[in-house]
């Protein structure tokens, strides 16, 4: 069951664009997470949201919970090539977490 | 820093062989997880753990087993390896199941 979409599941974008990846859910979550992921690695955290409304930032990446818990938004401004990668969310619920997707950003130099 | 190492990045094995995966986490965390990754597909949750001894299927346990005789410690079995198991593992551990999941870097299996 899949319980969360990511949208775009694509993105190619130009350096110094901004963009936003959106994650959404018909369910409601104790928490949400982001991760970003390289070719060939595992997942990196970037992020937990916990609280509806919550906006975290971290640097250039600005995390969004949506007030009912159900949905998250990721902005990043000026993207950089660095910023290449999946992108993936992640809903928290009991002893289980449910992926997203995924989104595959390529930032084009 | 929370650390999860799986053993292997890359492994390559014959169809019918008994294949394990290990996993070790350095943080005292209660759940374990093993996921496989297939482009298109995202995640898919195998098997999970969230106590010593204890395991529960996930949505793809078929053609899969895992152990848990330590916290620390989470294995993996495919018990007859087949082609269509070829694919990356990921395990992860956090300390309950609604905060952040940590990831080790992956096993790339395939199955000749």
């Known amino acids: 069951t899949q319980l969360l979409e990511q949208s775009p599941q694509f993105l190619s974008i130009q350096e110094g664009e901004n963009l936003t990846v959106y994650c959404n859910s018909s369910?409601?979550?104790?928490?949400l997470q982001w991760y970003r992921q390289e070719p060939g690695e595992g997942p990196v955290l970037l992020v937990t949201?916990?609280?509806?409304?919550e906006v975290k930032k971290l640097k250039r990446l600005t995390f969004q919970f949506g007030d009912a818990r159900k949905d998250s938004s990721l902005h990043i401004t000026a993207a950089q090539p660095g910023d290449t990668g999946l992108y993936l969310c992640a809903g928290g619920t009991g002893n289980q977490f449910y992926f997203g997707t995924g989104t595959s950003l390529t930032v084009i130099p | 820093d929370v650390k999860v190492t799986q053993s292997s990045r890359y492994l390559v094995k014959r169809t019918g062989e008994k294949v394990f995966l290990e996993c070790v986490q350095d943080?005292?965390?209660?759940?374990m997880f093993w996921y496989r990754q297939d482009p298109g597909l995202g995640l898919r949750l195998i098997y999970f753990?969230?106590?010593?001894?204890?395991?529960e299927k996930g949505d793809i346990p078929e053609g899969y087993s895992v152990s848990r005789e330590k916290k620390e410690r989470f294995s993996l079995i495919l018990e007859s390896a087949s082609t269509n198991q070829t694919s990356m593992y990921l395990c992860?551990?956090?300390?309950?199941?609604?905060?952040?999941?940590?990831f080790g870097q992956g096993t790339r299996l395939t199955v000749v």
């Open positions: 949201v916990v609280t509806g409304g």
């Open positions: 753990s969230y106590d010593v001894k204890m395991k």
């Open positions: 369910s409601v979550f104790s928490s």
């Open positions: 992860a551990s956090s300390f309950s199941g609604d905060t952040e999941a940590f």
């Open positions: 943080m005292d965390h209660e759940n």
